[in-house]
């Protein structure tokens, strides 16, 4: 008996998806954006939308707390700047709006919810593991959330304003 008579599989082949360019990924986004105008419920989109700016070399970090916070006036921004139509958005400046007036016990409940979910959040991020069998978790690299929808955003306000937590913008909070 033989051996080595077998023919060699190349192993090119396969679909191979087709490579876009900056400008084709952003004209992309414009597209999803359009369409969340009419339908922003859609989950989907969001996450098509996310893809396509990630394809456009949007800055995660900037990218991240707009998805998460599916506001569109701020897509529309970073999309318009991607295409060269505007200059870099900055965070709005703190107005001279009011502090509204939370009852202390309600503050004391929404950090106690605050401090839970953030002790969850680097839980469950840390806890992820990896592709061997041996690997374990990483440490948690963020330092802002999205506070628990249970208290609504006067809260997380009158808690940022009393120095108690830290607005890091489009709705994140941190501790101080």
């Known amino acids: ?80 700047r991607l295409r060269g139509d505007e200059a870099p958005i900055e965070e709005p400046e703190a107005t001279d709006e009011p502090i509204p007036d939370v009852p202390a016990e309600v503050k004391r409940q929404a950090m106690k919810a605050f401090r839970r979910r953030i002790k969850l959040m680097r839980l469950d991020h840390e806890s992820r593991l990896g592709v061997g069998p041996l690997t374990g978790g990483k440490a948690a690299d963020f330092d802002s959330i999205l506070p628990p929808h249970d208290y609504p955003d006067e809260v997380w306000r009158a808690l940022a304003a009393d120095g108690l937590l830290r607005s890091t913008g489009r709705g994140f909070y941190a501790l101080p």
């Open 1 to 80: 008996m033989s051996k080595g008579k077998h023919k060699k599989r190349s192993k090119s082949g396969g679909y191979k998806p087709p490579v876009q360019t900056q400008s084709e990924a952003i004209a992309k986004a414009t597209e999803i954006a359009t369409a969340l105008e009419a339908d922003g419920a859609e989950a989907a989109l969001w996450g098509q939308l996310h893809k396509a700016l990630a394809a456009a070399k949007a800055d995660s970090n900037e990218v991240m707390p707009m998805i998460m916070g599916r506001d569109l006036n701020a897509i529309g921004h970073l999309l318009a």
